[in-house]
Nanobody, 122 residues
Framework: QVQLVESGGGLVQAGGSLRLSCAAS????????MGWFRQAPGKEREFVAA????????NYADSVKGRFTVSRDNAKNTVYLQMNSLKPEDTAVYYC???????????????WGQGTQVTVSS
């Protein structure tokens, strides 16, 4: 069982930055790929970024590539999402999730955090 808790969301102006954190419980954190997803009101949950258990492999949605960076610290059981050059269309609830297999689809992810709100004003 893995429990995930996100933090770091908030209100920021367009062009600003935020760093989200996701703290995980459990002793097997490094065996899980971690993903970030987001969901805006009235829209489906969409993939943002994913990172393998070792941190070597990273994938990004085209909409965030070059602006967002996913990283992890396995010693701290934490995954991060550094978000730069934020745009109003990045406004959403952001979720972290854990899976045995890295994927752009939410389906393989077994464990989810409660989400953290990110609001980007224009």
């Amino acid at each position: 069982q893995v429990q995930l808790v996100e933090s770091g969301g908030g209100l920021v102006q367009a062009g600003g930055s935020l760093r989200l954190s996701c703290a995980a419980s459990g002793r097997t954190f490094s065996s899980y790929a971690m993903g970030w997803f987001r969901q805006a009101p009235g829209k489906e949950r969409e993939f943002v970024a994913a990172i393998s258990g070792t941190g070597i492999t990273r994938n990004y949605a085209d909409s965030v590539k070059g602006r967002f960076t996913v990283s992890r610290d396995n010693a701290k059981n934490t995954v991060y999402l550094q978000m730069n050059s934020l745009k109003p269309e990045d406004t959403a609830v952001y979720y972290c999730a854990a899976s045995r297999t890295s994927s752009r689809s939410p389906a393989p992810y077994d464990y989810w955090g409660q989400g953290t709100q990110v609001t980007v004003s224009s």
